[in-house]
């Protein structure tokens, strides 16, 4: 699209329409994350890393540190113990994001709309330029390749439609429109 770039996306106003099929009210939004199985063991893996890899060397490294006596000019045991709290930190968020998931089974969402797991190409209609977009749950998301969450203002502003249909979602420099041209599942 030109003038925008899927890494500026964040410009766009959210859009939430209750008859949508994969509503959620801002209220629901902060209690459940949606997230495909795929994204969800994703997460673990990358869990269980930090858990029982990252975190056991960490700890070895402040042991180690201790051990060379006084704390108080030990670089290596600040820095080690800096490191923990960053680790302990991802940590935290993760379990959250996980806690926090609800696994949807895109197949069982309607094949004909717009809706969370499938593939929508879009038309700019300003500008005339094609965009593809894959609505994806937490720790899915790559604004490089074009996979953007189902929470996000452009998603929410697509949900529900059908080939053809139009989207008009406003945003603070104004309007952006534009139409579906084809929705697939991967």
């Known amino acids: 699209m030109a003038g925008r ?3 500026n996306l964040g410009i766009h106003a959210r859009v939430f329409r209750k ?12 209690d459940r994350t949606p997230m495909t199985r795929a994204g ?8 269980n890393e930090l858990e029982n890899v990252q975190m056991p060397e960490i700890e070895k490294r402040i ?22 709290g960053m680790l302990q930190a991802k940590i935290n968020m993760l379990k959250s994001k996980l806690a926090s998931g609800e696994i949807v089974d895109p197949a069982t969402l309607p094949k004909d709309q717009v809706v969370f797991g499938c593939t929508v190409k879009v038309k700019d209609l300003e500008f005339g330029d094609t965009e593809e977009f894959t609505l994806v749950g937490a ?6 390749v074009g996979k953007i969450l189902v929470t996000s203002p452009l998603a929410q502003g ?10 008009e979602i406003e945003v603070p420099a104004g309007t952006n429109r534009f139409k579906i041209l084809e929705i697939r599942f991967e």
């Open 5 to 7: 770039s899927i890494n």
């Open 40 to 47: 969800y063991e994703k997460l673990k893996a990358e869990l």
């Open 158 to 167: 697509l949900l529900g439609l059908k080939v053809g249909e139009k989207a």
């Open 19 to 30: 008859e949508d099929p994969f509503y959620l009210s801002e209220e629901e939004m902060s």
């Open 63 to 84: 042991a180690i540190a201790r051990a060379d006596g006084d704390l108080k000019e030990n670089a290596e045991y600040h820095g080690a113990r800096e490191s923990q």
């Open 139 to 144: 720790g899915e998301e790559d604004y490089d």
